[in-house]
C-alpha cells in the first residue's frame, strides 16, 4: 500500500519518457530490497534510489520519525518536480498520505517547463 | 440437515473487503480515491446481506450458536464501516509537517544516493543523464514511504 501511487507513475512511464521527465523514487529500503520487491515482484522500471540513514530526506525536511506502521524513521511522502537546472518548479507536500500527486498533475505541470 | 446461512458469509466476507480494499486497491484511481464511494457501495450490500442474514438465523427453528455468530458477524462489518473513515481522514493525515521542505523557485538540494545496482548517483548526473537520447526537460523526485 505504501508504494500503491507509484503504480500510476509506472503506467504513464510512456508519457513521462515523451516529456522528457525522468522519474525517481527515494526511500530508506536498501538497495537489496529495492531490487526485491520494487524491481523483480512489482515490476518497476524508473530510478530507484536507496537513502537508509535518511541524509537526503533530512535535508529535504521530509523525515516521518517513528512512523506508527513500521516503528522506523521513514520518508513522508512528497514529489518535487525540478526543470534541467536543478530548479524545483512544482512540488506537492500532502497532508494525507492516501492523496500523493497523480501522474496527470505532473504531466500538466512538466508543460510549463523550459 | 443444516442449511449454511450464506448470505452471512457473503455479507461479512464483502464487509472485510470493503474494510480492508481501500490502502490496496481503490487508492490507485483518482476517482475511488478523493471519496470511498467504492468502498461504501461494497458495504452498502454487504449490509443488506447482512440483514437477510439475521433475519434467517433469529428465526425460532434456529440454534443459538447460529443467532451469536450471526451477529458477531453484523458487528464486525459495522466496526470496519466505522473503522474506515477513521483510517482515511485520521490515520491517514500523521504526517509530518515538513514546514522546512525546498520551496518552488528555489534549487533542489544537492545528493548523491546508491541505485538499485550499488552504484552512486547524484542529483546533477539525474538531470543531465539523457532519455531516449535526448537531455532530460526535467526530473520528479518522489519522496515514498517503502517497499511494504
Known amino acids: 500500500m505504501c508504494h500503491s501511487e507509484l ?25 537489496e530490497k529495492t531490487r526485491e520487491y520494487m524491481l523483480q515482484k512489482a515490476g518497476y522500471t524508473f530510478t530507484f534510489l536507496s537513502d537508509p540513514e535518511l541524509e537526503t530526506i533530512r535535508r529535504y525536511d521530509l523525515v516521518h520519525a517513528r512512523e ?9 511522502p512528497a514529489e518535487f518536480l525540478l526543470d534541467s537546472s536543478g530548479t524545483i518548479r512544482w512540488r506537492t507536500i500532502t497532508e494525507n498520505f492516501f492523496r500523493t500527486a497523480r501522474p496527470e498533475q505532473v504531466l500538466e505541470a512538466a508543460k510549463a517547463l523550459p | 440437515m443444516k442449511r449454511l446461512n450464506w448470505p452471512i458469509w457473503t455479507g461479512f466476507l464483502l464487509s472485510l473487503v470493503a474494510g480492508f480494499s481501500y490502502p ?3 487508492v490507485r484511481w483518482a476517482i475511488t480515491r478523493e471519496f ?4 461504501l457501495v461494497l458495504f452498502a ?5 447482512l440483514a437477510f442474514g ?19 458477524a453484523a458487528v464486525v462489518g459495522l466496526l470496519l464501516l466505522g473503522g474506515l473513515p477513521f483510517v482515511i481522514y485520521v490515520a491517514g493525515s500523521w504526517l509530518p509537517a515538513s514546514s522546512e521542505a ?14 538499485s545496482n550499488n552504484k552512486p548517483v547524484t ?7 539523457p532519455i531516449n537520447n535526448t537531455p532530460p526537460k526535467g526530473v520528479l523526485l518522489i519522496f515514498y514511504r517503502g517497499y511494504w
Not at chain 2, 525546498?102 to 541505485?115: C, I, M, S, Y
Open chain 1, 7 to 31: 503504480r500510476s507513475f509506472e503506467k504513464n512511464m510512456n508519457k513521462f519518457n515523451e516529456a522528457g521527465i525522468r522519474i525517481v523514487g527515494i526511500s530508506v529500503d536498501t538497495p
Open chain 1, 68 to 76: 506508527i506502521a513500521s516503528g522506523k524513521d521513514i520518508a513522508r
Open chain 2, 24 to 26: 490496496f486497491v481503490f
Open chain 2, 36 to 39: 470511498p464511494w467504492a468502498n
Open chain 2, 45 to 49: 450490500i454487504a449490509f443488506v446481506l
Open chain 2, 54 to 72: 439475521l433475519r434467517r438465523a433469529f428465526k425460532p427453528d434456529k440454534e443459538i450458536v447460529s443467532k451469536i455468530f450471526s451477529s458477531l
Open chain 2, 102 to 115: 525546498p520551496r518552488v523557485g528555489q534549487k533542489a538540494p544537492a545528493f548523491t544516493l546508491t541505485d
Open chain 2, 123 to 129: 542529483l546533477a548526473q539525474l538531470l543531465i543523464e
